[in-house]
């Protein structure tokens, strides 16, 4: 996708190990999000950002942890992962004056 | 308290015909509304959207119909093709609040051939 990529696209993690996603930017936009997608659920807020150092918790951030240093990095860490964090994770950027979010290629992550 | 609710959960339509996907939402402070396309394996894209100031936005066979005083908005595809068949989500979002998005559930067209 123009402009955003997440890595890894695929992970196998074991229960209570930690785990980092990554988001980058190259759009130099002011706000980026952290969804994740769940059959049933649609899209759900995890955290976002609307600056370097200025982040805030979504509707599901329990277990969920997010920092970002650089404009073009937002990085999501599950600090000890369980099986109910088995998902697929966007990450989704968005401008100034857009409010349309661009969506990255999505995270699969597999807790066993 | 889901606030913004998406139906059907799934639909199908043949080719050439209209489909329509209905949201509704709670929030008055909503002032964008966006709908997204997704395709298997990829993220979400931005389809077309619309603020509450006007009842109708029209992109090529796509259209958005919105309803301020019911709180409700729907997308309409028209001559639906196979092409289309794909999960659509709705959205909502305050600009004035991060512009933090809220979506339905999702619904899966298949456009039969």
């Known amino acids: 996708d123009a402009g955003i990529t997440q890595s890894p696209r695929h992970k196998v993690t074991e229960t209570g190990t930690p785990v980092t996603l990554r988001c980058h930017q190259t759009?130099?936009?002011?706000?980026m999000y952290w969804y994740r997608q769940d059959p049933g659920h649609g899209l759900r807020l995890i955290h976002y950002s609307y600056g370097v150092k200025d982040t805030d918790k979504g509707e599901v951030s329990d277990g969920y942890s997010v920092s970002r240093s650089k404009t073009e990095d937002f990085l999501l860490t599950l600090e000890s992962a369980t099986s109910s964090q088995t998902s697929v994770y966007f990450c989704?950027?968005?401008?100034?004056?857009?409010?349309?979010?661009?969506f990255g290629s999505g995270t699969r992550l597999t807790v066993v | 308290q889901q606030q913004v609710k998406q139906s059907p959960q799934s639909l199908i339509v043949q080719k050439g015909g209209i489909s329509i996907i209905n949201c509704a939402y709670e929030?008055?402070?909503?002032?964008?509304f966006p709908w997204y396309q997704q395709f298997p394996g990829k993220g979400p894209a931005l389809l077309i959207a619309i603020r509450p100031d006007v009842s109708e936005k029209k992109e090529g066979r796509f259209t958005i119909s919105f309803n301020k005083s019911a709180k409700q908005f729907s997308l309409h595809i028209m001559d639906s093709q196979p092409g289309d068949s794909a999960t659509y989500f709705c959205?909502?979002?305050?600009?004035?609040?991060?512009?933090?998005?809220?979506f339905g559930d999702g619904t899966t067209l298949t456009v039969k051939p």
């Open positions: 989704a950027i968005r401008g100034q004056t857009n409010y349309g979010y661009t």
């Open positions: 929030n008055t402070a909503f002032d964008y």
């Open positions: 759009e130099n936009h002011r706000y």
């Open positions: 959205a909502a979002s305050r600009g004035t609040n991060a512009g933090k998005s809220t």
